[in-house]
């Protein structure tokens, strides 16, 4: 059964690199053909989509973050990871990873959630 | 940027239909999918290129999209379909995958 399992430090200081890792059990990413990302919801406001990857290293970013993140995989670790740079407090959020669809237009829908980890951006 | 509208709340009697709309620019050239969103849990899709059900999904859940309108429809509401919902797709000019701005379901 895949499970998906984010990990990150819970307070990050402002202007600093807010760092996430998901953790993917139940499948191996090498021999999976999903996309994988990140999206993230601010207290009190909606859904925002950050970055997508395939394991041959396909990468799609939400353009008003592209310049502050980067998505990578670790296949030998069965992770994915985000690194979102200069955070500021309207980067508290939180920030879930998710098996996204075989396409990156992912027609299928979002099934697989991690339970998302808070991340404060906070002095 | 790609947008995706929703109306801020939508209330229904318990047994009666709610309608929770999503508009966006020619958005029925594209698929849509539709989550259930509860406090302190994740997303949860209930409908996929706009009006398939996943498994395990009640039927009184349906999705359409024509025009620059996709539609979720809950028929025969119950308390425990309270929650925000958000519609979702992707727009190819800009590459990103988008969400709706959120539809707050109230049962009562």
């Known amino acids: 059964q895949l499970q998906l399992e984010e990990s990150g430090p819970g307070l990050v200081r402002p202007s600093e690199t807010l760092s996430l890792v998901c953790s993917v059990s139940?499948?191996?990413?090498?021999?999976?053909?999903?996309?994988w990302g990140w999206i993230r919801q601010p207290p009190g406001k909606g859904l925002e989509w950050i970055a997508s990857?395939?394991?041959?290293?396909?990468?799609y970013y939400n353009p008003s973050l592209e310049s502050r993140v980067a998505i990578s995989i670790d296949m030998s670790k069965n992770q994915f990871s985000l690194k979102l740079s200069s955070v500021t407090h309207t980067d508290t959020a939180v920030y879930y990873c998710?098996?996204?669809?075989?396409?990156?237009?992912?027609?299928?829908?979002?099934?697989?959630w991690g339970q998302g980890t808070l991340a404060t951006i906070s002095s | 940027s790609y947008d995706l509208t929703q109306p801020l709340s939508v209330s229904v009697s318990p047994g009666q239909t709610a309608s929770i709309t999503c508009s966006g620019d020619?958005?029925?050239?594209?698929?849509v999918s539709w989550y259930q969103k509860k406090a302190g849990r994740s997303p949860f899709l209930v409908i996929y290129?706009?009006?398939k059900r996943p498994s395990g999904i009640p039927e009184r859940f349906s999705g359409s999209n024509s025009g620059n309108t996709a539609t979720l429809t809950i028929s025969g509401a119950q308390a425990v379909d309270e929650g925000d919902y958000y519609c979702?797709?992707?727009?190819?000019?800009?590459?990103?995958?988008?969400f709706g701005t959120g539809t707050k379901v109230t049962v009562l």
């Open positions: 139940g499948v191996s990413l090498s021999g999976s053909s999903y996309f």
């Open positions: 290129e706009d009006k």
């Open positions: 998710a098996r996204m669809g075989t396409l990156i237009a992912t027609p299928e829908g979002i099934v697989h």
């Open positions: 990857i395939s394991k041959s290293g396909n990468i």
């Open positions: 979702q797709t992707w727009d190819s000019s800009t590459t990103s995958l988008v």
């Open positions: 020619e958005l029925e050239n594209k698929y």
